[in-house]
Nanobody, 125 residues
């Protein structure tokens, strides 16, 4: 099945850091913009960040701006989400997904084509 796959989730304490990775399974994700989303229990899935296929454009939700950094290494065909100063409210399942262009999508889920299975991030003391 051709889809992105997330890794790097885990349990951390408030204030700590975690780095998530997204890789393409069966396809080259270098050809796509990549968005990160998260979904907490009982809440809607929300957009967190997006990076263009070239890596030249990045976007962040206000809730994570200044704490999270999205990047990509097209030589390794991976996209990373570095999450610093984590808060309990960052607890969620994190998903990466492909998109033709981050610009103008406003994190609308129907613009994103292929979704990974998700990785759990828990921030708790």
């Amino acid at each position: 099945q051709m889809r992105p796959v997330e890794s790097g989730g885990g349990l951390v304490q408030p204030g700590e850091s975690l780095k998530l990775s997204c890789e393409g399974s069966g396809f080259n994700l270098n050809n796509y913009g990549i968005g990160w989303f998260r979904q907490a229990p009982g809440k809607e899935r929300e957009g967190v960040s997006c990076i263009s296929s070239s890596g030249g454009f990045t976007y962040y939700a206000d809730s994570v701006k200044g704490r999270f950094t999205i990047s990509r290494d097209n030589a390794k065909r991976t996209v990373s989400l570095q999450m610093n100063s984590l808060k309990p409210e960052d607890t969620a399942v994190y998903y990466c997904a492909t998109v033709q262009s981050c610009s103008g999508t406003g994190y609308r889920i129907d613009y994103y084509d292929r979704w990974g299975p998700g990785t759990q991030v828990t921030v708790s003391s």
